[in-house]
């Protein structure tokens, strides 16, 4: 029978805390103090199915003494999480790299209310692969490609293709037409937090970004534009084109806040990560990968 504290591994990635400084006499103490919203009976039920682990990877008990510094694993868990109906499409498995078609309203890896409904967690189950880490993000509202890291050998190549700005990421969006600027065009601004905290906007200052933007469809309703981030800031496409004066169709953050409701899956947002090509580091040879779905 496998050790519950290998199932956790092999089961997902964990989240960790370094334990603070404190009196309490056990581990169950520490957590319960320092994370208060969660209940001293849901630490104890995670404990007893071995969820909560200690830096080598052994199942605590609730009387596991507490020490300053002690790297503590534990798996987050949302009660009656609610399934996402749509599915995603792997489009390439390789030693190193795997590619995933991620639909609209599915985010990439745990966070708030989702931890069983995300891409990594979809992935790590259907190819049995607890090395999988995603080498970027994209919004859960924007449907598209992600690319992972399948293998811990070679990851830090391909992280590098990101940070150092040696991958070409090219999106499409739907939006209102702008007949009065002139394309293709650059979008230069600075981006920082907004209110509230999980809104950007553009303030004055040293640009942080930009967004080369083409017109590639001019219809009644709209234009369809390609979009390409030089930079990567949060919720940049769609803060660009809203300044621009022609918000993402389907957009609920830019340039208004709508108000707090449930997904309405018939009304995505019309952004879509489309293609990634580079020169794969460890071999040198071009590589593209181009999304299936479209808008």
């Known amino acids: 029978m496998t050790p ?11 989240s960790t805390v370094h334990l603070p400084a404190g009196a309490w006499v056990t581990v169950l103490d520490g957590l319960c103090s320092y994370f208060s919203t969660v209940s001293r009976a849901q630490w104890l039920d995670r404990i007893a199915r071995g969820r909560v682990l200690d830096g080598q990877g052994s199942a605590i ?10 790297r503590i694993h534990y798996y987050r868990e949302v009660a009656d999480e609610v399934p996402i109906p749509f599915t995603e499409t792997v489009l390439h498995v390789d030693e190193h790299l795997v590619v995933a078609d991620k639909p609209h309203f599915l985010p990439v890896t745990p966070a708030g209310g989702f931890v069983e409904q995300t891409l990594l967690r979809r992935l790590i189950r259907r190819l049995d692969n607890p090395e999988l ?7 859960r509202l924007t ?3 992600v690319l992972f890291s399948a293998n811990r050998a070679s990851r830090a190549q391909y992280q590098a293709l990101f940070r150092e700005r040696n991958i070409d990421k090219r999106y499409e969006a739907l939006a ?6 002139v394309f293709p065009l650059l979008r230069h601004s600075r981006i920082v937090a907004g209110e509230p905290f999980f809104r950007m906007q553009e303030v004055d200052g040293e640009p942080n970004s930009e967004t080369r933007i083409e017109v590639i469809q001019f219809g009644e309703d709209g234009w369809r534009y390609a979009l390409h981030p030089v930079t990567g800031r949060k919720h940049q496409l769609r803060v660009h084109m809203a300044a621009l004066g022609a918000p993402i169709i389907g957009d609920t953050l830019y340039p208004v806040l709508a108000g707090e409701s449930a997904d309405d899956h018939q009304l995505p947002l019309k952004l879509l990560a489309h293609s990634l090509a580079f020169l794969d580091p460890l071999t040198g040879k071009s590589r593209r990968f181009e ?3 479209s808008l």
């Open 143 to 145: 449907a598209g490609l």
């Open 61 to 70: 008990t609730p009387d596991t003494p507490y020490r300053a510094g002690l």
């Open 4 to 14: 519950p504290s290998q199932l956790f591994i092999r089961d997902t990635h964990a």
């Open 176 to 181: 209102p037409a702008l007949p009065g600027l």
């Open 291 to 293: 999304s299936r779905l």
């Open 133 to 139: 880490v995603p080498l970027h993000r994209i919004d």
